[in-house]
């Protein structure tokens, strides 16, 4: 088994885990991809079941994801579609 690589990102003053999957991933992941922002993790890794979504995301998870889209937003980081 292949390990899943993780790394940290600072934003806004915190320290958020980059795993796929994530809170801060997803969030980071919709906004890469031109989506509105629609909260959600996998706690298995991305598309693993289950996917976790409000109201049984906790207020912090939802915090996590918006941090990973607007962080997403502010570098500007988009998948080019041309």
Known sequence: M???????VEWQGRTYVQ?????FDRGSAYSYY???PNPHYYPNGTYNNPKIE???MTAAQVAD???GYDYNEA???KKDWG
């Open 65 to 67: 994801y918006m941090a």
């Open 34 to 36: 031109g989506r509105g």
């Open 2 to 8: 292949i390990a899943e690589k993780e790394y940290t």
């Open 19 to 23: 795993k796929h999957g994530s809170p």
């Open 75 to 77: 570098m500007g980081d």
């Open 54 to 56: 409000p109201p049984v």
